[in-house]
Structures are given as structure tokens and as C-alpha cells.
């Protein structure tokens, strides 16, 4: 049988918002739930809604979600009186659902939850699976990684240095600071804070940039006005910066990719690449 509850602590102790769990069959029959969560009345108009695939929202232990997501493998709900959110996800075999309650104060949590939960649908039968849960994949909170913090501190030194050599006119003594500064922000993911001190390193040069398209985090600041023309709908327009802002998000789109990349899920594999084709014809003809 299923040690569930290793398979929920885990979960838990990689993504901390998660604060209530269930494990249901497919047939409605609860197999795990926490002590927290009442939810045995709902499971059945839960189930039937997210099976319909045109539900509007969910109740669960008294409280209205409004659904945001709701594919047959994926289920994401959100309370708008700041109670919380609501994910589900099913097993490969879709013999079982993991549902998880994720608390209000998780941010980012609409990119972060679901492949988290996902991961953890897939374990409970294979808990050789958590490997993907509770390693390479556990969250790593502000400060609490000893060898992050110190390159950190390392980079801000250097930025120093590389301000007080441009002020004082010593250019090259300032890119040789510029190229640390970028070898260090990537070896620990920050790719934001060396792509900017590379485009200053190609502006001391005088190099010219062969992009001339803006980058998303500008692509998303999209205008008040912009939106509320009457040529353009708003909640379409909304969407698309949804999109892209998922897409620049670290947690976003490219969890979703190397999740599906490490179950060697070939349908899925198929299916991402038959959309990048899609959107590349979109943005080139």
C-alpha cells in the first residue's frame, strides 16, 4: 500500500504553502485526507464539476472557488475573499486525484503549486517518483542556501568595485568586474542581473545590439490606455499578459517543461513541441 502520508509530507516540505491534502479514486472513494479539511459532502458535486470541463466554481469545505484551469489532468481554483486556492492533479493512470489547499499568502503561486502537486499525484503510485519532488525541485527559501547568500554578497561587492572604477573613468578595470559579475550571477541562476551588466559590458564597447525586439519584462507593461481601446478586448488582452509573464517567470512555464522532460512524457514532449511550431508560425507570418 501507499505510505501517503510520506508522499504528502514530502510535498509539503517542498512547497510550504500546501496546508490541506486529499487523496481520492477516481471513483469518489477518499483514500487520504487531513484532519483539517471536511470535505467528504463535496467530493462528489467536486468530482462531477471537474469533469464537466465548463464548471464555473467548486465548493469545498464551505468555500466557493472560482475555477481558473480545468483540463482532465489539471484542476486550479482560486477563493476571491482571499481564502486560499485550490489545485488539483490526477495520477498517469487517472485512477486517482490529488487535491491540495494552498494558503493565500503563497506568491506566485498560480506557476509554482501545480507541478509541485502534479509531482506529487505522480508519486502516489511510484513513490520512486518523489526523488523529482523532494530534490532538484525543493523550494529554497531567501537566505537559507549558505552558498547562495555568499555569492550573493560577493556580486553586491562587485558591483560596488564596478561603480567606483566607471565613475572614476578606469572603463576596463570596470568590465573586468562586469565579466565576474556575470560568471557569478549565473552560477547561481541569476540570469537577470548578468544579462544586465553584459549589455553594459557591450555599451562600454561600443557594440551595437542585433535584438530590436523589447524584452518580455517590457513586453508586459503594457499600458492603461492600450488595453481600454475599444479596438482591443481587455480580457483578451489580459490573457496575453498573463502568457507572457508566465513564460518570463522562472517558476512558470519552464517547471512545467522540465517536469514533463524528466517523466519522459512523450505525448506531452509531442504536444510542446506541436505549440512552439504553432506559436512561431503565429509571431513570423
Known sequence: MVDYKNVLKTLQKSYSYVDKILV????????YSTDNWKVK????GFLA???????????MDGVKYSILQMEPERFVGTNRQKKGHLIGAATAERDKYLIAHIDNKAKGWMHNA??????????????SKLKYLDSSQKQVKP???AQTEKISKKIKKLEDK??????????EKAIEYAKELIEMANSIGKSDVAEKYQDIIDELLGKKKEKTE??????????????????VNPIITQEVINFLQWINDREGLVKFVEY??????????SDLSDIYKELYRITTE
Open 24 to 31: 481520492l479514486k477516481n471513483n469518489g472513494k477518499i483514500e
Open 41 to 44: 459532502e463535496d467530493i462528489k
Open 49 to 59: 464539476s471537474w469533469a464537466s470541463g465548463n464548471a464555473q466554481f467548486v465548493v
Open 114 to 127: 501545480y507541478p509541485m502537486v502534479a509531482r506529487a499525484a505522480v508519486a502516489l503510485n511510484d513513490t
Open 143 to 145: 537566505g537559507k542556501d
Open 162 to 171: 564596478f561603480k567606483k572604477n566607471l565613475d572614476k573613468g578606469k572603463k
Open 214 to 231: 523589447e524584452p518580455i519584462e517590457q513586453m508586459t507593461q503594457i499600458r492603461a490606455d492600450a488595453i481600454s481601446t475599444p479596438k
Open 260 to 269: 514533463y522532460l524528466q517523466q519522459n512524457d512523450q505525448q506531452k514532449i
